[in-house]
């Protein structure tokens, strides 16, 4: 029987039909200047670096508290990968929950005062498989401008209809309350990870709490070391950054957390954190607490960087140096590691046009003298 497809026959491969495409955008890509590449790098302890052979100090890195490299931590994950091996084997569902989960989901919600946690494979797996579990088609969302793409990604996914209210502009989202349909989950981030600025916590909750709406937080750069209290009844947050591991958790009331566990897809689907990770997290959060002076070290090392630099007292240990021209960020961020400083240039589409920046994070592992020194050096550069 004769095809009845209109389709014309190709003597490409698919295989190279394939390849033209990827090549395409590549090139689309090149010329916007927004082409990536990863660069193999030894990351050690104390916030240095080894990259082609030189040793570099690490101004970009969010192991805010220096315990990625931590011989306690390592020490821990070893243990458990002796006891427990290095796979969880399946989702948490199918194979049966590793001991080090509960552990760990018990320290904590205890941590953020919730009745409950449940931990996720990484903080984007937590925003995309909670929120379209809270909300749906008939509900709306309401988003900081700036907050993190997985939680555009999890709103999206939600099928909920989305409004975007200006940074930290609380009466803008009244505005948007006022308007909405169904049930309203309002979502920002304690800090913002390009801005290092808070979220106005205090004053959003209170609306919430007005409207009838949910306030939801990402805490992936607060966890460990902002110490204000926070109101959401929702908390996602990470163990990749301050804790020095990898994963990511909600804390929030027993039900919520309950009927995650059948309704997130991110988690039902997804195998479970290996034993080790578990394990490093959990002895990170003990040091954590154990050892409050290593937030107070990288808080006043961010301090001390902004009075060199002229610049407004920080909020968090995340510090952005605005240049604004691509080119010119790059270059810069090059020299700077050509001078021994890793400070990643961030440009769009992660920024907005015009606002690339240097993204600066302050580590418990700096010294006062690595602080003054890149404050020296990158006022140099910027003035040439």
């Not at 909405?180 to 920002?188: D, E, I, M, R, S």
């Amino acid at each position: 029987m004769a095809s009845t497809s209109s389709r014309k026959p190709d003597c490409m491969s698919s295989l190279e039909r394939l390849k033209r495409h990827a090549d395409a955008r590549l090139q689309r890509i090149h010329a916007a200047g927004q082409h990536r590449v990863v660069k193999p790098t030894h990351r050690k302890s104390d916030a240095q670096a080894e990259r082609d052979g030189q040793q570099l100090i690490s101004f970009c890195d969010n192991d805010y508290l220096s315990l990625a490299c931590e011989p306690r931590v390592i020490r821990a994950a070893c243990d458990a990968a002796e006891q427990y091996g290095v796979g969880a084997g399946a989702s948490r569902l199918i194979t049966g929950d590793c001991p080090l989960n509960s552990v760990l989901e018990r320290r904590l919600a205890a941590m953020k005062g919730t009745e409950a946690c449940l931990v996720f494979g990484s903080g984007y797996l937590a925003n995309v498989g909670t929120i379209p579990a809270l909300v749906g088609q008939a509900d709306t969302i309401l988003l900081d401008e700036l907050s993190h793409a997985c939680m555009y990604a999890g709103a999206r996914l939600s099928g909920a209809e989305i409004h975007i209210f200006r940074h930290n502009d609380v009466e803008h989202a009244r505005e948007l309350i006022e308007r909405a349909q169904g049930q309203v989950l309002v979502l920002t981030e304690t800090v913002f990870s390009m801005d290092g600025d808070r979220a106005p916590l205090l004053e959003l909750n209170a609306l919430c709490e007005h409207s009838g709406a949910w306030l939801m937080t990402d805490d992936a750069h607060g966890l460990g070391i902002l110490d204000a209290p926070n109101p959401a009844p929702i908390q996602m947050g990470t163990l990749s950054k301050a804790a020095g591991a990898y994963g990511g958790y909600v804390c929030g009331p027993a039900e919520v957390i309950d009927m995650l566990v059948s309704r997130a897809r991110s988690f039902v689907y997804t195998t479970g954190l290996p034993a080790p990770v578990l394990a490093a997290a959990i002895r990170a959060l003990d040091i954590m607490c154990e050892e409050p002076y290593r937030a107070d070290r990288a808080k006043d090392h961010a301090a001390l960087f902004c009075d060199l630099m002229r610049l407004p007292a920080p909020e968090s240990v995340i510090v952005p140096v605005i240049v604004g021209e691509e080119a010119r960020t790059m270059n810069i961020s090059a020299a700077l590691e050509r001078d021994g400083y890793l400070v990643t240039a961030i440009r769009p589409p992660t920024v907005p046009k015009g606002t690339s920046r240097l993204r600066i994070t302050f580590a418990t592992g700096h010294t006062e003298a690595d602080v003054r020194r890149l404050s020296e050096t990158l006022n140099r550069l910027l003035q040439s």
